[in-house]
C-alpha cells in the first residue's frame, strides 16, 4: 500500500495516543547525561514529563533528573503514565546518524528515532526487572556547599588526571580547594569560597566518575555539597532567563550522587560500595553483597538513636 500524507498523520495520531513523542535537543542532552552513568534506563513519563533516576552497575555514582513537559519543543503522551526502557547508547548512534531536529516515538515495545528522510526503529528494554533507586536522605551530612562552573571542574579534572586517579575536594577557612597527589609529589587549586557558613570538611572521589560527569554537563553552573568522607551532591538546571533575570523556560534539574574513596592508615584510597553508604558493617563483609542507596537511611537513623 502506498503510503500517502494522510496515512502518515493517521499514524502519529495513533503513536501520540497510545504512546509517546518527544522532540528537540533537551531530550538528545538528557540522554548524554544519563549515558555518563549507565547504558540502561527507565524513562517514567506522565503527561507532567519525564523523570529517571539511575546507579552505575557499581552502585558508586547516582543520577536523578526532572524533566518537564515545557522543556522539550515537542511532547505527546497518549497514556496517564509510561514506563519505557532504553538502551541509552544505541538511542545515541541513531541520533547521531539522523542529525539535527531529530525526534523520537515510543509504541508498542519500539522506539523510532527519525530526522528528515531517515528513520531508525529499535527495541526498547523491558523494565519488569527494573528498579527504580531512591534519592537518599543525607542533607545532614553535607556540611558545606559552593558553587563551581562546569567547564572550572573539567579543568580541575584535567589537572588531577596529571598527578592521580583521584581528586579531593576541602573546604578550610570559607574557602575551597581541589587537590591530588601522587607518592611524591602534590597539586592543589583554589576554585572559590563557600556559599555562606561552611564546616571544614574534606572528601575524595574517584577521579574516572568526575572525568565522565564533568563531561556530560555541558557549561552550566553547578551546586556541589560535601561532607566529610562522605557522598558528594551537585545539583544544576537548565532553566532560561530573559534579559530582566525572570524565568523564561522551566528547563531540566539533575541530582548527581558520588561516594567518596575512603583513605586508609597506609594511604591507600578505597571506593565506597555505594554513594551513600559510610563503613560497611561485619555483616555486610560477610555476605559480600552490593548495598542499596536506602540502607543508608537505616544506618543514620540508627546511629541518631
Sequence with gaps: MVNTIANTETQQTQIAS?????????????????????????????????????????????????????AFDDFKVGKEKLEIGIDIPKVLEATKRCGSKTKYSFKEGRCIVKAD???????????????????????????????????????????????SDHVTFEVKNGKVYASAKSD????????????GF??????????EYV???????????????????????????????????????????????????????DDDYQPSRTATETEPSEADDAEEEDTDFEECEVEEEAEAS
Design 18 to 70: 497510545t504512546g509517546f513523542e518527544v522532540g528537540g535537543d533537551a531530550f538528545k542532552t538528557i540522554l548524554k547525561t544519563l549515558n555518563a552513568i549507565t547504558d540502561e534506563c527507565c524513562l517514567q513519563v506522565s503527561e507532567d514529563g519525564i523523570r529517571v533516576a539511575v546507579v552505575d552497575p557499581a552502585h558508586v555514582a547516582m543520577l536523578l533528573l526532572d524533566a518537564p513537559a515545557s
Design 117 to 163: 528522510s531517515k528513520r531508525y526503529t529499535l527495541s526498547t528494554i523491558d523494565t519488569t526487572g527494573m528498579s527504580v533507586p531512591k534519592l537518599p536522605d543525607i542533607e545532614k551530612n553535607l556540611k558545606a556547599r559552593f558553587s563551581i562552573e562546569a567547564s572550572t571542574l573539567r579543568g580541575v579534572v584535567n589537572d588531577a588526571s596529571w598527578m
Design 184 to 195: 611524591m609529589e602534590t597539586f592543589e587549586n583554589p576554585i572559590g569560597d563557600a556559599d
Design 198 to 207: 561552611a564546616e571544614t570538611v574534606k572528601s575524595c572521589f574517584p577521579l
Design 211 to 265: 572525568k565522565k560527569f564533568a563531561k556530560s554537563v555541558g557549561d552550566h553552573k553547578l551546586t556541589a555539597n560535601i561532607g566529610a568522607d562522605y557522598p558528594m551532591k551537585v545539583a544544576w538546571n537548565t532553566d532560561s532567563f530573559d534579559y530582566k533575570g525572570n524565568l523564561k523556560k522551566k528547563g531540566v534539574s539533575y541530582t548527581f550522587l558520588l561516594a567518596p574513596r575512603i583513605e586508609t592508615e
